[in-house]
């Protein structure tokens, strides 16, 4: 490979993008415009996010970014040079890791460095120098005679990043590397990132739908449907929310998550979420705290605002009021609240010689919400999918809605509704083409079919875009439709399998409240995910890692096994962090 040409002198910064626009225009449907007019630039030896919901535009703006995708106006220099006229000095000092990095699952790590770093012409004695430093940098080193399909969702981003690297690039542009990866291999990798710009002087620009993670950067660029909502530090972004942000406290009788979906749908207020057991509320005047009156609110409390705080104000102003985050059933769930209606004992799963799943019991009520936790390989996926019937257990005992899983799978799943990670309804047909499809393999039929797909588009507020093929639809829409999906046959038990990974802020916060409502209705629900916050809408979550369960419990219990008597709060992802790294310092300890 040749050396990279000279960049031009006149380079102030590696990056300028100014008023760049993108349109896709699909066969036989309505052009996109995923990037318009989005105008921005990044200093050298710098972090910058791009921070915004999935359909914000940032995955375009990156390939644009790597010269993979040609602007249909303005302009991108990356390193000086036009990408759109001349990329290929371009790609030859920058690394870009898409989300999905092309790792080869049959090799091993080592295996997929070597071929990365044969690919990029990097030669023997480089590579001496620059593997032994990735290794340790992502702490790969004792793992790289491990096969690349073998390894964890985190240590698969890990070593990702470090293929990328294996060339030394000036720029490196990363798309949302920690999508679908545990708090605890989320702040592993922000730990690289940070080093690579603090002590090596690279210069990232990275996109992420985790709105704290903004925190960890030097400039942050806001996006929404294809626009900047705002750029600045994040010191500038949260200063947005100044005097607005309080926390609320309702009586011991009212759960947090109850309180969230009142004062969500309230006028004046821009964000509430849960948090360690209280309730933080963004408004919309300065100083001007949730009504007094309102019965629910016992105590409501200034506090000091966060990047993600002014985001909510920024997009609040720029998509309007909230959706209803409400749902009324047609027939509840019946039975009484203290019986369990999944009951799991002594749960073994075997994959060969390998335990996913290590004796792992516990119960959930009708009308609970239980959260299962873990870092990625920890075994809550494999929990969930013999939960849901998709896969047989190896041992122990599971019985869901009053049926054995061990030779009752079919009538079991009659009785749940499932919405998935990633949207897996059909694209090409339309929303109403959907919910029909659904409808009638639940075995609906005739008039009972037409009043549940009519009380789906109710409730889920899809009326207006009946006829929209769903794969067209924003993302907020597109998890109201699952949900609608997911609840034609009126299941007693609903399964969430970080359903609401990339969804806008502003569609989670109404997600849950639908989700508190239904449980207030007696429907039962079973959730995975990522977001630690969202730990704080379940009534009890079991924590596992490595097959077995570390920690079970209602939130407020989690979370005071991680305090530290210095008088500081632990969130519920301190705890997560806390109880994962405990259990894994006694099994080193013991393995030593």
């Known amino acids: 490979m040749s050396p990279p040409a000279e960049a031009p002198p006149d380079a102030p910064r590696p990056v300028h993008v100014k008023a760049a626009r993108k349109v896709f225009r699909p066969a036989g449907r309505d052009p996109v415009v995923a990037v318009d007019g989005v105008s921005f630039s990044a200093p050298r030896s710098t972090l910058t996010a791009l921070v915004g919901p999935d359909g914000g535009g940032k995955t375009t703006l990156l390939r644009m970014m790597a010269g993979l995708v040609a602007p249909d106006g303005g302009s991108i220099r990356i390193l000086g040079f036009d990408v759109a006229a001349d990329p290929q000095p371009v790609h030859e ?20 460095m070597a071929l990365y770093a044969d690919l990029h012409g990097v030669d023997r004695d480089a590579r001496a120098t620059v593997f032994p430093r990735l290794l340790k940098m992502t702490d790969l080193g004792p793992f790289t005679g491990r096969l690349a399909g073998a390894l964890s969702g985190g240590m698969k981003q890990k070593l990702g990043l470090a293929c990328t690297l294996v060339r030394s690039p000036e720029l490196l542009l990363l798309d949302e590397p920690t999508v679908g990866v545990d708090p605890l291999s989320r702040r592993e990798l922000w730990a690289i990132v940070r080093q690579l710009v603090g002590e090596s002087g690279l210069t990232v620009v990275v996109s992420t739908s985790y709105l704290d993670e903004a925190a960890f950067c030097d400039h942050t660029v806001a996006l929404h449907q294809g626009r900047v909502l705002a750029e600045g ?20 009788a009212t759960p947090a998550r109850q309180l969230q979906a009142h004062l969500f749908q309230q006028p004046g207020v821009v964000d509430a979420v849960p948090e360690a057991g209280q309730v933080r509320v963004v408004v919309e005047q300065p100083g001007l705290p949730p009504r007094a009156d309102d019965a629910l609110v016992v105590a409501c409390t200034p506090t000091a605002p966060r990047y993600e705080d002014g985001f909510m104000v920024l997009f609040r102003a720029a998509v309007g009021d909230a959706p209803a985050a409400s749902i009324d059933l047609t027939r509840r769930p019946d039975g009484p609240a203290e019986l369990p209606v999944v009951e799991v004992s002594d749960l073994v799963r ?27 390989g920890a075994g809550k996926s494999t929990t969930f999918r013999m939960l849901c019937g998709l896969i047989p257990a190896s041992g122990g005992t599971l019985r869901v809605a009053g049926a054995d899983l061990r030779n009752a799978r079919a009538e079991a799943r009659q009785r749940l509704g499932y919405v998935a990670q990633k949207f897996s309804l059909y694209g090409d047909l339309s929303v109403h083409e959907n919910l029909d499809f659904f409808a009638s393999a639940y075995g609906l039929r005739g008039k009972a079919k037409r009043a549940r797909i009519a009380w789906a588009k109710a409730q889920f507020e899809l009326e207006a875009v009946a006829r929209v093929p769903s794969g067209q639809l924003p993302g907020g829409y597109k998890q109201r439709l699952a949900m609608a999906a997911a609840l034609l046959h009126e299941p007693g038990i609903l399964f969430l399998d970080e359903a609401t990974s990339g969804a806008d802020p502003l569609a ?45 419990g209602p939130p407020a219990e989690i979370r005071a096994q991680a305090r530290s008597g210095d008088g500081h709060e632990p969130t519920m992802e301190d705890a997560f962090i806390a109880i994962v790294e405990a259990a894994r310092q006694v099994a080193r300890e013991a393995a030593a």
């Open 508 to 552: 989670r916060r109404a997600f849950w409240g639908r989700i508190t409502h239904l449980a207030e209705q007696g429907v039962t629900v079973i959730v995975t995910t990522h977001f630690m916050e969202e730990a704080e809408y379940c009534d009890r979550i079991i924590i596992m890692d490595g097959g077995s369960a570390l920690a079970m």
């Open 350 to 376: 075997r994959f060969g010689d390998f335990v996913a799943v290590n004796h792992v019991s516990f119960a959930v009520r009708r009308g609970e919400i239980f959260g299962l936790l873990g870092p990625n």
């Open 233 to 252: 530090t994040p010191a500038e972004i949260t200063a947005r929310a100044a005097g607005r942000v309080f926390v609320a406290t309702s009586g011991p």
């Open 93 to 112: 000092r920058i690394g870009y890791m898409p989300q999905k990095f092309g790792l080869y699952e049959d090799l091993t790590v080592g295996q997929n």
